[in-house]
């Protein structure tokens, strides 16, 4: 039997992940990058069509988020940077080369912490670098047959920010959880949103085995279209098991970009992989370097928010919560949760933590955006009326979900529906009589001491009550009932 890919290769991954940066205009001039429903090489000028004479300018917003990037990562920021022209000939690019960084970025060094399944994960940050985003390349069946490809210029030009780590990964779940950290540290910085599906943030990863033991890296592969992150740890995982089988056979890897395909589970040949040479690097003679002073970068500092690592132990330490109520939490809801906590009186943070895991996240996957339109205080206020007493934990769960659904009132709801606890005793007694009357074999195995039996005439309680009943009330009134 052929030993685990673990005990035979290091797996050695690095990853390269591009964000489309959150800003009004593109990278060097002034078109505007909200492209979303805009016709094909309608946002496009002089500038990001590449035309001759053209010059560009620098966008100081996409600069500033960078610098964000960088000080959130523990970067270290230089006093004075520089643009590159780094050259390739595609039909996405319309110049012949891109304004990038190479050799002085934004930001050099740093790291993000991650946690796996195998514990806590450090992963070295090589730099983050600004550029211009390329052309999109749509292909499709030629109305006479064949196939063509079209170039729609819109995306040309919106500001890019390049993340490269060092090749330190060590699995495909680490790599996953880097791109899901990152993202998260993004939307929290407010750089970009980051959505996947749209391109606005693209991971690529590459990939090298080698024997165990050893110190020389293996030959790397470039996986690239990978859409979410479920695609980047099934594409990486695939690339390592492939890489595994090739090597055990004797056979060469050859350094390359592959694809992946997303429905067959498989990588697939793209092309051969440039080296950095290959691009032919030199200093962008149209921009001037780029010079940062300490005023400027303080000031950034200064605006950045809690960032998540931070939230997370916080929630820990303040609130009590589970390190994973806590990264949940923050990975989905965190300003939300924290309105409900700022509410007067604040409510119990282990169960709106709970609501908020069971009842708002599930409501999420329909809709995305649906607590940046609610208000933290209804969870708050929800919470407090369920321990007072006034609402049962059915209930509690029923009004918080139609709640998110329709933005109706946690008050409002619990009214019109009348779905205030009863813990009425002489009210719960009447019920109760009519339960034992109507389960009399249930009743004789209570009385057997049948433990399940005394729970399954509690749950007839709680049906006819529709959920009002208080349940332990019930169930402490049911035994005493039942063993006299």
């Not at 750089?191 to 690529?204: K, L, W």
């Not at 165990?212 to 099934?234: D, I, P, Y």
């Not at 006034?390 to 209930?395: D, V």
């Amino acid at each position: 039997m052929t030993a685990p890919v673990a005990t035979r290769y290091e797996v050695v991954i690095g990853v390269e992940i591009h964000v489309q940066l959150k800003t009004a205009s593109k990278m060097f001039c002034a078109c505007s990058t909200d492209v979303r429903g805009a016709g094909p090489n309608s946002n496009t000028c002089p500038v990001c069509l590449g035309l001759p004479g053209a010059l560009p300018v620098i966008n100081r917003r996409a600069v500033e988020h960078v610098l964000a990037t960088g000080l959130a990562i523990g970067a270290a920021i230089p006093e004075v940077t520089r643009w590159d022209r780094k050259n390739y000939f595609y039909p996405d690019l319309p110049k012949g080369y891109q304004i990038s960084q190479y050799d002085l970025p934004l930001a050099a060094g740093g790291s993000l912490a991650v946690e796996t399944s195998d514990g806590p994960v450090s992963v070295g940050i090589t730099r983050a670098h600004l550029e211009e985003d390329t052309a999109r390349l749509l292909h499709q069946d030629a109305p006479g047959g064949g196939r063509l490809s079209l170039v729609d210029f819109n995306r040309s030009g919106i500001p890019l920010m390049e993340i490269v780590t060092e090749p330190v990964i060590g699995s495909a779940e680490a790599a996953r959880r880097y791109a899901e950290e990152l993202r998260l540290l993004l939307l929290t910085i407010g750089a970009s949103d980051a959505q996947m599906e749209e391109g606005q943030m693209r991971v690529e990863a590459n990939v090298s085995l080698r024997p165990a033991g050893t110190e020389v890296l293996g030959t790397r592969v470039e996986v690239k279209n990978m859409n979410s992150f479920r695609s980047v740890e099934r594409a990486i995982a695939f690339e390592v098991d492939r890489q595994a089988r090739a090597l055990d056979a004797g056979e060469l890897i050859v350094q390359e970009t592959r694809g992946w395909d997303d429905t067959r589970g498989v990588t697939y040949t793209m092309r051969l992989k440039e080296e950095s040479e290959d691009y032919r690097y030199f200093p962008e003679p149209d921009l001037p370097p780029l010079r940062t002073d300490a005023a400027m970068i303080e000031t950034i500092r200064a605006a950045m928010p809690e960032l998540p690592a931070a939230r997370r132990a916080r929630y820990r330490e303040q609130f009590g919560l589970s390190a994973y109520d806590a990264a949940v939490i923050v990975a989905a809801a965190g300003d939300y949760f924290q309105a409900a906590m700022a509410a007067d009186p604040p409510p119990d943070p282990k169960l709106a933590a709970s609501l908020l895991s069971k009842i708002a996240l599930r409501e999420q996957k329909s809709e995305p955006d649906i607590l940046g339109r609610r208000s933290g205080a209804e969870l708050a206020a929800l919470v407090n009326l369920r321990n007072a007493g006034e609402l049962s934990s059915q209930n509690a769960e029923e009004v918080y979900g139609e709640h998110l659904r329709t933005g109706e009132s946690v008050a409002s709801i619990i009214a019109v529906r009348g779905l205030r606890q009863i813990s009425d005793q002489s009210a719960l007694g009447a019920v109760i009589e009519e339960v034992i009357a109507a389960n009399p074999a249930a009743v004789a195995d209570v009385r057997g001491g049948k433990e399940q039996a005394l729970k399954f005439l509690t749950g007839q309680v709680m049906k006819q009550t529709r959920g009002q009943a208080d349940a332990a009330l019930v169930q402490r009134l049911l035994g005493e009932r039942l063993r006299q």
